[in-house]
T-cell receptor, first 114, second 110 residues
Framework: DGGITQSPKYLFRKEGQNVTLSCEQN?????MYWYRQDPGQGLRLIYY???????QKGDIAEGYSVSREKKESFPLTVTSAQKNPTAFYLC?????????????FGDGTRLSIL | DAKTTQPPSMDCAEGRAANLPCNHS???????VYWYRQIHSQGPQYIIH???NNETNEMASLIITEDRKSSTLILPHATLRDTAVYYC???????????FGAGTRLTVKP
């Protein structure tokens, strides 16, 4: 089945540690996205990428980094500079970033601080 | 992007139609209306989207008023598994950001 796979489902980070969240899609979508969701809140865009080897900052990029070396993969690193990283992280993809087609989401990674 | 307004919560009896309203009075001509739902601890699930015509798929129907200032998502025969938070989003084509608000928490009751 085609879809978006995020791993791990739960992740724990120690203070001062970088962690990387995985996002893989086999939908052959060009565009991929990372969002953050806090309890009872909507989604906020962290980074997005419309093509391989290119990505753009969203509204809350500080303390995060991404790479897009392959079309299928868009990993997110939460760095130690992100002072409040505890949240639910969602990865999405769409056919292109420049049309009316919807974004499709993975099932998320829940990050907590030890 | 235009702002949307949804009721915070709604109940629906199992087997009945669930009608979820959304106001987007400042919508502009190049903005689409999207609906998603999110079940606890899962990613949002795409339901349907439209520009100005009514749309129907296997999950739901989307009714957009003629002036496009509001819309209604219809789940024709709600089941317990339809209990979720439903989000109405208005997005300009070419905009990469899906701006999810607080949504409507729909509870389907037996």
């Amino acid at each position: 089945d085609g879809g978006i796979t995020q791993s791990p489902k739960y992740l724990f980070r120690k203070e001062g540690q970088n962690v990387t969240l995985s996002c893989e899609q086999n939908l052959n979508h060009d565009a991929m996205y990372w969002y953050r969701q806090d309890p009872g809140q909507g989604l906020r865009l962290i980074y997005y990428s419309q093509i391989v080897n290119d990505f753009q900052k969203g509204d809350i990029a500080e303390g995060y980094s991404v790479s897009r070396e392959k079309k299928e993969s868009f990993p997110l690193t939460v760095t130690s500079a992100q002072k409040n990283p505890t949240a639910f992280y969602l990865c999405a993809s769409s056919i292109k970033g420049t049309d009316n087609q919807p974004q499709h989401f993975g099932d998320g990674t829940r990050l907590s601080i030890l | 992007d235009a702002k949307t307004t949804q009721p915070p919560s709604m109940d629906c009896a199992e087997g009945r139609a669930a009608n979820l309203p959304c106001n987007h009075s400042t919508i502009s001509g190049n903005e689409y209306v999207y609906w998603y739902r999110q079940i606890h601890s899962q990613g949002p699930q795409y339901i349907i989207h439209g520009l100005k015509n009514n749309e129907t798929n296997e999950m739901a129907s989307l009714i957009i008023t003629e002036d496009r200032k509001s819309s209604t998502l219809i789940l024709p025969h709600a089941t317990l598994r339809d209990t979720a938070v439903y989000y109405c989003i208005v997005r300009v084509i070419n905009n990469n950001d899906m701006r999810f608000g607080a949504g409507t928490r729909l509870t389907v009751k037996p």
